[in-house]
């Protein structure tokens, strides 16, 4: 998009989308910036991040300019990087406050994270602030940034920040959009399984998982003699060694890059719950054995908790994720298609597709303003 300075009038509002480091920010931020272009052809949309986070590679290859600014860690206990604090954060804000000015931004919207403090500190009382809430519970950029919002969204009901109003996870439209059943064949050939076998989708997030790894590899035997094919994502820094059995074939990839594919291959899946996995995985109705970390302050129990009670999911502690748990529960519920559709209808029940669009059209609200 070229940008006529020259111009005496700006086209379409400028939003700036502030969720860098992981990718439960990331993607949120980017499916925002989707929709917003969809509604607002002529809107221009910048994202901010550091150098370090996963942002520097997603944001390009989504085709956004990226603006960098310095990194605000933060610090979980009093250490000396605590006493640093003050200046880094002062440093980060007048750099995103330079970077706002610049790029003439009319609404700056935070996803959490550390790449939203300094967003927030700086658009305060300069530019309109919206707050978006994937987690069950609000972080500390976040409850700082509601503070002084124009407008607050959440994905569940009881996240902490005061007025939010609930509206699931922005996804990207490949996920929202999916219909599982007309892409079975080619997903399923995609990744060489079986075009026939109930299938199981295993991933333990980018980094993979190794309790899920070797809980269901070591089920290998059990799964194909069951005729359940299994396609395996064990993380790029892991490995995987899966016995070969006769029935389905199991196979074992380092990474998806093609999430909708994988989805749709899948009958049912065994993954940790993120908040972000749960909302795509709610979203496309696909049953699922949810495996929370077990560190941390127990998020992704909280996160996985909803779809369970509307009986869409089963929740397993790591602890207690074995083979012979794989073996016999796991394998009870992909030979079972009742039971799956039943949690399949349950899971899409309490999913959110729609929930891009509404942010962005609150976002485009605030900007108009």
Request: aromatic share 4%; charged share 20%; with cysteine.
């Amino acid at each position: 998009m070229s940008n006529h300075s020259d111009a005496p009038a700006r086209q379409g509002p400028c939003v700036v989308v502030a969720g860098g480091g992981t990718a439960g920010h990331i993607e949120p931020a980017l499916a925002l910036a989707d929709a917003v272009r969809r509604q607002r052809p002529d809107a221009r949309v910048i994202a901010l991040g550091t150098e370090r986070g996963l942002e520097s590679q997603l944001v390009p290859t989504r085709g956004y300019p990226l603006e960098l600014i310095p990194p605000v860690p933060m610090p979980r206990k009093p250490t000396p990087e605590l006493l640093r604090l003050p200046l880094r954060v002062r440093d980060s804000v007048r750099r995103t406050r330079e970077v706002l000015d610049r790029v003439g931004a009319d609404v700056v919207v935070g996803f959490g994270g550390y790449v939203s403090l300094p967003a927030y500190l700086a658009a305060r009382g300069r530019t309109p602030i919206v707050v978006h809430e994937a987690n069950a519970k609000a972080g500390l950029a976040n409850k700082i940034g509601a503070r002084f919002a124009s407008k607050v969204a959440a994905a569940t009901p009881d996240s902490g920040l005061p007025g939010a109003q609930v509206i699931g996870i922005p996804l990207r439209e490949s996920i929202t959009t999916l219909d599982r059943a007309a892409l079975r064949a080619e997903a399923r050939e995609h990744f060489g399984l079986d075009p026939q076998a109930p299938t199981l989708l295993v991933f333990g997030g980018s980094q993979g998982a190794r309790s899920l790894n070797t809980a269901v590899s070591g089920a290998a035997k059990e799964l194909a003699a069951a005729g359940i094919g299994v396609l395996h994502a064990h993380g790029p820094k892991n490995t995987l060694a899966v016995q070969e059995f006769a029935g389905p074939a199991y196979v074992p990839v380092p990474y998806l890059e093609r999430m909708d594919l994988a989805y749709a291959a899948a009958d049912a899946v065994v993954c940790r719950s993120g908040a972000m996995t749960v909302a795509e995985i709610a979203a496309v109705g696909l049953p699922a054995v949810f495996v929370p970390l077990p560190h941390g302050n127990g998020e992704q129990e909280l996160n996985a908790r909803p779809v369970v009670d509307a009986g869409g999911a089963l929740l397993v502690a790591d602890a207690q994720l074995s083979t012979d748990y794989v073996a016999d529960r796991v394998v009870r519920l992909l030979t079972d298609e009742a039971a799956r559709l039943a949690m399949s209808e349950a899971a899409q029940g309490i999913g959110h597709r729609e929930a891009d669009s509404v942010l962005a059209e609150m976002v485009l609200d605030v900007a108009g303003k």
